[in-house]
């Protein structure tokens, strides 16, 4: 089973659109973890939520965590093409012990 | 500074040869290790999960196994590798501090099986 469920595993838009990408998890999320990769290259760390109803933002990319915490969306507003790449949702979430989890992953194509 | 080493970058081997990837932690102590393989496009299989020396939890049946002979030392190893294999195999641990838990990535070992 997946403990942290990703939506959509794909996605393609054209440049200038807004996009939301959700990281669901079976548990409550101690810790949610945002990263970006292109395929091939390490991770890039994003951002980490860890309140209920918490909100970040880099530079065009907001993340959230829902109040109940099992939940986390990601929105890129006006997207650009240097936005493509896979987007993962890490989390620590509780009654897992130590293990550190990674979502299923999100493929972003953006064209001009 | 927590620093995660992972090599080779690349590696081309002929199927049947054997494979040896290691991984090595700097920077803190008792750290879980993981080992991920991806495929073009897609998101991070979890292929193995270490929490201590020794200890190796296996999250799929397949043709590599993992060592972890020392604290900040993790191995992905095959006997003899199928095509199948090829992929991008990436090394992260994790450790709580405080009242967080941090993980890292290594950058990657581009596995091409021939």
């Known amino acids: 089973s997946q403990e942290l469920e990703q939506s959509p595993q794909s996605l393609i838009v054209q440049e200038g659109k807004n996009l939301t990408i959700n990281c669901t998890s079976s548990?409550?999320?101690?810790?949610l973890y945002w990263y970006k990769q292109k395929y091939g290259e390490g991770l890039i760390f994003l951002m980490m939520?860890?309140?209920?109803?918490e909100e970040k933002s880099h530079e065009k990319i907001t993340a959230k965590l829902d109040e109940k915490k099992q939940q986390s969306s990601l929105h890129i507003t006006a997207s650009q093409p240097s936005h493509a790449g896979i987007y993962l949702c890490g989390a620590d979430m509780y009654g897992t012990g130590n293990q550190f989890y990674f979502g299923t992953g999100t493929s972003l194509t953006v064209i001009p | 500074s927590q620093t995660i080493h992972q090599w080779p970058a690349t590696l081309v081997q002929p199927v049947g040869s054997p494979l040896s990837l290691e991984c090595t932690v700097e920077g803190t102590s008792n750290p879980n290790l993981y080992w991920y393989r991806q495929a073009a496009g897609r998101g991070l299989q979890l292929l193995f999960y270490?929490?201590?020396?020794?200890?190796i939890s296996s999250e799929v049946p397949q043709n590599l196994s993992a060592s972890r002979p020392q604290d900040r030392q993790f191995i992905l190893s095959s006997k003899k590798l199928l095509l199948s294999d090829s992929g991008f195999y990436l090394c992260?641990?994790?450790?709580?501090?405080?009242?967080?838990?941090?993980?890292?990535f290594g950058q990657g070992t581009r596995l091409t099986v021939v």
């Open positions: 548990k409550t999320l101690y810790g």
């Open positions: 992260a641990w994790s450790v709580h501090v405080g009242v967080n838990t941090e993980a890292f």
């Open positions: 270490s929490v201590g020396i020794g200890q």
């Open positions: 939520l860890q309140k209920g109803g």
